[in-house]
């Protein structure tokens, strides 16, 4: 069964990830399915913005820690981090895309859905949404190039405060941060996202792109996350470490 569809109407891609239960967690499989749609989308000249939405009431509850693809029994470490870094490709996938991109976030964006939303150049929230980032209260950084994004968006002050209480982020507040960008009613979130790309499609696409790339390149600090991945797999091992002992 396909994860993620692809829907086209007149310059805007509508791309839809729903796993059908599990609270439309990120296992390998939807991982490898939603790199290999935004890598599908980068080369599609047709198109000049794309919106990303989840399920209907949840857009991502994050990791799914039970899909042993991620976390491989028995494999070395190379293996190991290999399955850490799928994530880091998802994200740097989506962020890639030349087109304008956006989240329409309903319900739930927690852990690696809230990354995955911050990869791309709006969200919009359901009014009835919130972002999660519990990573490092379960023991890891966070990763997948999401740490300098959430800076980026809402100061370092704020990001501690959203990672060392588990803050859950309403759409209020994450309007107010800039985590958001606009908030909609609850279940007109995908309308509402479509009808922004729309107007953003009015833009000659050469210099949509071209616009977007530089702004891109005057804010974009992923770069100070090369390792994050490292300290994510440290994170998991030294979290199992101490569970056996």
Same mark, same amino acid.
């Given at each position: 069964?396909?994860?993620?569809?692809?829907?086209?109407?007149?310059?805007?891609? #509508?791309?839809?990830?729903?796993? @059908?239960?599990?609270?439309?967690?990120?296992?390998?499989?939807?991982?490898?399915?939603?790199?290999?749609? *935004?890598?599908?989308?980068?080369?599609?000249?047709?198109?000049?913005?794309?919106?990303?939405?989840?399920?209907?009431?949840?857009?991502?509850?994050?990791?799914?820690?039970?899909?042993?693809?991620?976390?491989?029994?028995?494999?070395? *470490?190379?293996?190991?981090?290999?399955?850490?870094?799928? @994530?880091?490709?998802?994200?740097?996938?989506?962020?890639?895309?030349?087109?304008?991109?956006?989240?329409?976030?309903?319900?739930?964006?927690?852990?690696?859905?809230?990354?995955?939303?911050?990869?791309?150049?709006?969200?919009?929230?359901?009014?009835? *949404?919130?972002?999660? #980032?519990?990573?490092?209260?379960?023991?890891?950084? +966070?990763?997948?190039?999401?740490?300098?994004?959430?800076?980026? +968006?809402? @100061?370092?002050?704020?990001?501690?405060?959203? +990672?060392?209480?588990?803050?859950?982020?309403?759409?209020?507040?994450?309007?107010?941060?800039?985590?958001?960008? #606009?908030?909609?009613?609850?279940?007109?979130?995908?309308?509402?996202?479509?009808?922004?790309?729309?107007?953003?499609?009015?833009?000659?696409?050469?210099?949509?792109?071209?616009?977007?790339?530089?702004?891109?390149?005057?804010?974009?600090?992923?770069?100070? *996350?090369?390792?994050?991945?490292?300290?994510?797999?440290? @994170?998991?091992?030294?979290?199992?470490?101490?569970?056996?002992?």
């Amino acid at each position: 069964m396909r994860l993620v569809s692809i829907e086209r109407l007149d310059g805007v891609a #509508l791309v839809r990830y729903d796993r @059908g239960g599990r609270a439309n967690a990120l296992n390998a499989a939807a991982m490898e399915e939603l790199t290999d749609a *935004a890598h599908r989308l980068r080369t599609d000249g047709s198109l000049r913005a794309v919106v990303l939405t989840g399920a209907a009431t949840v857009f991502s509850g994050g990791l799914d820690l039970s899909d042993p693809r991620l976390w491989p029994a028995g494999a070395d *470490a190379l293996e190991q981090h290999a399955a850490v870094e799928r @994530g880091r490709a998802l994200c740097e996938a989506w962020a890639a895309l030349p087109q304008f991109t956006i989240a329409a976030v309903e319900g739930a964006a927690v852990g690696g859905g809230g990354v995955l939303a911050m990869a791309l150049d709006l969200r919009i929230f359901g009014r009835g *949404a919130h972002l999660r #980032l519990p990573e490092a209260r379960l023991g890891f950084n +966070l990763a997948w190039g999401g740490l300098p994004r959430l800076v980026s +968006l809402v @100061g370092p002050a704020r990001a501690k405060r959203l +990672l060392f209480t588990d803050l859950r982020v309403d759409s209020s507040l994450a309007l107010d941060w800039g985590l958001a960008d #606009l908030v909609a009613e609850d279940g007109a979130v995908v309308t509402e996202s479509l009808r922004l790309a729309q107007d953003a499609a009015m833009v000659p696409p050469l210099a949509l792109r071209m616009t977007k790339r530089a702004i891109d390149a005057q804010s974009d600090q992923t770069r100070l *996350a090369h390792g994050d991945s490292d300290q994510f797999l440290l @994170g998991r091992l030294l979290r199992d470490a101490a569970a056996g002992a």
